[in-house]
């Protein structure tokens, strides 16, 4: 085999993060889990099992290949995620090298934690699909601060009040920090990511819950690239 890897998703484009199944839940195999059931990662259902066997036994060397599962974006921005066969005599020292039912599942150890929980399934209409119930870590951005007094008191709001309102959409915000200087800056992720009303909700909604608890802040900013969102609204 060539040092090329492979991706399955190679005539379909990437694996959606979300979609439910169109024929009821897949029978689920044994988790992705080292021997202890507490080191579980993901769970992969039979019907992404099969379908990656089905993949893979079509490359050639297939029985030294495996499926590695890695995040690709960045901090503050919505899952992405490459999915490719390779060696997985090849793979890291690092990686977190799983077996279920004789196939190779390779996980970088910086994306462990991101994935656990998460589910690979698939089905006819949506392909490999990634249930991941994780969000993605906060941008680190130079000049803002994160680990004061103001900053507990917006996480706390954040996690208690403003992303259960959002989750009711899809959504949700990741806290990037503030400037010292009024203002709280935030991503927007799943359903608010390219939403055309982002905007609106930002400043109305999740603005108002900020300044109204805490002091400090007077105004939000959201930092979210809307143009790479599901339905993208910037030019």
């Known amino acids: 085999m060539s040092e090329t890897k492979t991706s399955p998703f190679a005539t379909t484009g990437d694996a959606p993060k979300s979609s439910p199944l169109a024929s009821g839940e897949a029978a689920k195999v044994s988790p992705l889990a080292a021997e202890s059931p507490?080191?579980?990662?993901i769970?992969?259902?039979t019907a992404a099992l099969v379908k990656l066997k089905e993949l893979r036994d079509t490359e050639p060397d297939a029985k030294k290949l495996g499926l590695r599962l890695a995040i690709v974006s960045k901090p503050g921005e919505d899952f992405r995620y490459d999915l490719v066969f390779e060696e997985f005599l090849k793979s890291a020292?690092?990686?977190e090298v799983r077996t279920i039912d004789g196939f190779k599942f390779i996980i970088p150890q910086s994306d462990v934690d991101l994935l656990r929980?998460?589910?690979l399934d698939y089905n006819e209409q949506a392909g490999l699909v990634l249930r991941n119930p994780n969000r993605p870590k906060a941008p680190v951005i130079e000049g803002?601060?994160?680990?004061?007094?103001?900053?507990?008191?917006v996480e706390a709001i954040v996690s208690t009040d403003v992303n259960p309102m959002l989750a009711a959409h899809g959504?949700?915000?990741t806290y990037a920090g503030h400037?010292?200087?009024g203002t709280a800056y935030f991503t927007m992720g799943g359903g608010c990511h390219g939403c055309s009303m982002s905007k609106q909700t930002m400043l109305e909604g999740v603005q108002t819950m900020i300044t109204e608890q805490v002091k400090a802040i007077t105004?939000?900013?959201?930092l979210t690239d809307h143009a790479t969102g599901a339905n993208p609204y910037y030019s």
């Open 219 to 222: 105004r939000v900013r959201d």
């Open 117 to 119: 929980g998460a589910e």
């Open 171 to 173: 959504g949700f915000v």
């Open 38 to 41: 507490r080191d579980t990662i």
């Open 144 to 153: 803002l601060v994160r680990d004061d007094a103001t900053s507990a008191q």
């Open 93 to 95: 020292f690092t990686d």
């Open 43 to 45: 769970t992969v259902t």
């Open 179 to 181: 400037d010292n200087e």
